[in-house]
């Protein structure tokens, strides 16, 4: 009872599987939810061309991709961005022309940000029933889902707060590095009592 007062560590809650998929990237290559294993994932969703809203989107893209490089410790996990354009059918030269007006490297290896596209069923599966987010550019409006390696969706942000989106989610991404810098031997105990006592941030 006392852990669960106190709350000594935070965790990010487990929240359930993320989606499986196969889209197209920037670089007309297959990739797939397997080729995320093993890294931890900020996907952002967004159409591809929605002015000032998705500028939101790609900025705060950005500066968490900064955070992470500067300041933010996650262990010797591998980190990614993966942007999920909501229009279907979009060709990996329009991927790849919105790639580069957001800033991300023309090399996704570079900095690790994937732009994919796919059919409007596969972007209804993914996002819709997937991500449980609106996948219609119509309805849409700025979203964020952080995925663990083990494929298991940690966070989600569907809606604005106070807090500024980037802020919340390298909020976030330190305490999911803390734990998986720290989660070994009998700290393991302690961390899996964190998440029994739900102390989320």
Same mark, same amino acid.
């Given at each position: 009872m006392a852990f669960a007062i106190v709350q000594p560590i935070k965790v990010l809650?487990?929240?359930? %599987? /993320?989606? &499986?998929?196969?889209?197209?990237?920037?670089?007309? *290559?297959?990739f797939t939810s397997e080729d995320a294993r093993g890294v931890i994932t900020l996907y952002g969703f967004m159409p591809l061309d929605c002015g000032a809203e998705c500028d939101q989107v790609t900025d705060t893209m950005v500066r968490v991709r900064d955070s992470i490089a500067e300041r933010i410790d996650? &262990?010797?996990? *591998? #980190?990614?961005?993966?942007?999920?354009?909501?229009? %279907?059918?979009?060709t990996p030269d329009e991927l790849t022309d919105a790639a580069a007006r957001a800033g991300a490297s023309s090399d996704p290896a570079d900095d690790g940000w994937v732009w994919l596209s796919g059919s409007a069923s596969q972007i209804e599966?993914?996002?819709?029933? &997937? #991500?449980?987010?609106?996948?219609? %550019?119509?309805?849409?409006s700025p979203s964020y889902a952080i995925v663990d390696g083990w494929g298991t969706i940690r966070g989600e942000y569907r809606y604005a707060?106070?807090?500024?989106?980037?802020?919340?989610? *390298?909020?976030h991404l330190d305490v999911l590095? &803390?734990?998986?810098?720290?989660?070994?031997? #009998?700290?393991?105990? /302690?961390?899996?009592?964190?998440?029994?006592?739900?102390?989320? %941030?």
């Open positions: 809650p487990r929240l359930r %599987p /993320a989606p &499986g998929y196969a889209l197209i990237d920037q670089h007309g *290559e297959r996650l &262990g010797d996990v *591998e #980190f990614r961005l993966v942007t999920v354009v909501l229009d %279907p059918d979009v599966n993914v996002v819709g029933l &997937g #991500f449980r987010r609106s996948p219609d %550019p119509a309805t849409w707060t106070r807090m500024d989106n980037a802020e919340k989610l *390298e909020r590095g &803390g734990e998986l810098r720290n989660r070994s031997g #009998f700290a393991t105990f /302690a961390y899996d009592a964190a998440h029994a006592f739900q102390c989320y %941030p």
